[in-house]
């Protein structure tokens, strides 16, 4: 019966049946738990790609590792941390934590939503094939054309990411249409748009900006691709095309990108503190459009990252403008939490060092981002190091610091257990050190003239001691995060079993057990304010007293219809990956799979066609 | 299920569908103002940008009828509407964007 | 906005707007698609009139042949229509008339593209001749795979219908294949004005 949790206690199971639930699964939260341990896998090998890089770079004229291998390294780096690490462990926390904050039971499309991740997972392991073939990625991140034309790019790298990105995409947009309507249409009763929780409304607005943004590389991708095997023109200079193209589509889906990057964090770091304040976040409804004005304005800013190009004063200006205003809405998010700080009883815990962190150090990124708003200082600073200065602060003191804070937050909801204090604070302050200690001494490399993409350099440049400074701060990273797995080991192993509401919280996910049975909510709650548990208990100081909630004297979950498992999900992801590495091998695997995905959409499609979800057995 | 039935949000329109007859005339204005598009390519000596102004105007009130009408949003709630036009105008926004960046000759005609 | 309607028990796709899921999830999808074909769109206009060779739109597009197939689409259209209206009434029998005849002009107009594609191949101009070979066969092309898909879709249903496994209490299925279809419909009305009509 699928309303109990998946085994029956004292069931005796075996290993297989264990792989088998998982593999099927439609739960969101065991959805989640996969793409977060899957992002956080990813993590640890883009962070290796780092530390190679950095001890490459520690010294000049160093011969680790060739200047083919260097540009693979940035490559896979950069791709690994925006759509193997960051964006998963967003959808991670999309995954777990929307349904529980809206009061829904699960998402609107459940299977899909599996479907979502297996997609994820072809897609990743897609782009981590290249490295069984010797064709690894080599184009940078953002594969400029045409560069990685067939005739600069003759092997089957930049294919691998080009196929494999495609792929990462359609996971990606899948997940959007499914938590853009799980968040108009699934909120419980009295749970208005504005007294949704920050976290969510955040995830609202990535969900309309992945949604709209991916389009634009998924052409820019297409066109690449008919270029490589089809011999279409696009980036061709010699027929007369502009490799601007590919520059204009790939920043029309890479500038909303980063902020699809940033905002579940920011949405974090709205949760964590109020919740560490004990006061509401200042403010909620101007952060709230904020939040609402970034991701539509994000839109109009993506040429500021081609201002070396030479598209005239015109189009330079209007950029400039552009992106120096989208920093007011994001001035005023960071005011308002400090606002939010200010007067209250503040609890200095790990989640709360986190948001702290995140705070001052997506500050530092803001400002340098500001300057390289401005065309002429941006033709100073772009592809130096200053720039990697820049998004290494936003991008990691900003949605990696965020990113553990909501780990930190949610880790009793998620796995029952407090993650231990001590060991937090020490990850804290390690990291936040190692971080200053490898980025900051950047800005002064890029301002000293060193070059971005440099597998190494001369050693009379006057690099040479940043450099050794900024691989003992990697290292520095390294080894907190060693501490963040011990943390990890040590709390499963002989952790106390965490409270249903370890922090005092405000939104409705600590209104149920840690970690939440299968169908969440036992009754579904009826809301009638922002922060609504908070209220409940305590009052909201204006007046409404706390109202007390007495649970019915005895609920009937047997009753609780929750979608049963499916192997469509990954037979289909399956499918689809055949069909498409088919490209790098033969027309005819391409064919076949295309049937194979056929037939098995049409399978999940009819799944429950005239057979109601749950009422087979 | 009746799908045409699910609760509108209060202020949408009372008519809760559109009758064949409806969709008839629907279809034959779209024939219509196909046909005077063609047959306006044909009209010698028209002036260029009145030709192509013609053109897209027409072209946006054919696909204004078939998303209200056949695709039935002028009937349903108003949030299917957001969700569609809203995207639609970033998308315009964008391809007028990209034609100005690459000095498209539809945006600044040739002498 | 008030949800005003507690999660409906008895059907779990209706949410708290008071509309169906699925219907929702067709409209986000199809405002996705607008950026998608836009994308493609404002590569063609970014390239129109800067082959440096070949042949251009006016020697090799043959507009009355193309305003057949767009009159054919167009009134595709109207048969989908026709087949929801018949489907939410019950009458399956003109249900499934209407579901066939509506893949019937799709893929006539597949068929026209496929004509018009191997006769432009004939006259020289291929996806590697120049720019606008390039630029029109990938976004006429592209849209013509998205009719196709919407023709599989709508055979599966006449199928599915054939069978006595598509009945009126599934109208909503019949209503979000036909959005997707009316779509299909209104991105090659901007196209054919942007490709075939401006000069």
Redesign the interface.
Known sequence: MATHAAFMPGTKVSTGSVIWSWITTVDHKRIGILYGTSAFLFFLVGGIEALIMRLQLAHPDSTLVTAKQFNELFTMHGTTMVFLAIMPMSAAFFNFMIPLMIG?RDV??PRLNALSYWIFFSGALLLHLSFLAGAVPDGGWFGYANLTSAQFSPTHSIDFWMLGLQVLGISS?MA???F??TI??????????MRMPLFVWMSFVVQ?LV??????I???L??LM?DRF?????YAPA????P??WQ??FW?FGHPEVYILILPAMGIVSEVLPTFARKPLFGAPVVIYSGIMIGFFG?GVW?HHMFSVG?GPV?DSAFSIATMLIAVPTGVKILNWIGTLWGGRIRFATPLYFALGFIAMFTLGGLSGVMHASPPVDLQQTDSYFIVAHFHYVLFGGSIFGLFAGIYYWWPKIFGKVLDERLGKVHFWLMMIGFNVTFFPMHFLGLIGMPRRIYTYAPDLGWNFWNLVATIGAFTIALSLLIFLLNVVTTTRSGAPAPADPWDGRTLEWTIPSPPPVYNFAV?PVVHDRDDFWVQKYGDGHGTPPRKVTPPAHVDTSSI?MPPPSYWPILLGGAFLFMVSGALVSIYQVVLGGFLT?YCM?RFMLEY??Q??GEHH | MESSHSAQTAGAAHQEHASVHTYLRVAVVLAILTAIEIGALYVPGLPPHILVTLIIIFGTFKFALVVAFFMHLRYDSK?LTA?FV??LM??T??ILA?M???GSYLLLPRT | ???E???DAHN?NI???G?D?RK??MW??L???C??F???IG?YL??KG???SGPGPHQILNIPLTSVSAFVLLMSSLLMVLALAAVQRGDMKWGKIWLFLTATLGAAFVGFQCFEFTHFVHLGLT??T??F???F??LTG?HGAHVTGGV?WLL?MWW?AMRG?LGPQ?SLKVEICGLYWHFVDIVWIVIFALIYLIP
């Open positions: 829904a609107a499309f947009l959007g249409f499914n853009i309507v108009v249409n699934m909120r419980a009763p009295g749970m208005t748009l309309f949604v709209l943004a991916f389009p634009a998924t052409v820019a297409i066109l008919f089809f011999g279409t023109l696009f027929a007369g095309a502009d601007l193209l204009h589509l029309i839109f040429s598209m189009a579904v219809h056929l049409a066609h005239h109601p979800a | 949030l969700l809203g995207p970033i998308a926004l964008i990209i100005a960046l690459f | 906005m008030a949800a309607h507690a999660i779990p949410g708290c707007t509309l899921h929702m999830g986000a999808f405002g996705s698609e950026m998608f836009g994308s493609l590569t970014a390239y800067k082959s440096i996806l590697q120049n720019l070979g390039s630029s066969f990938v592209f599989i599966s599915l496994r599934d």
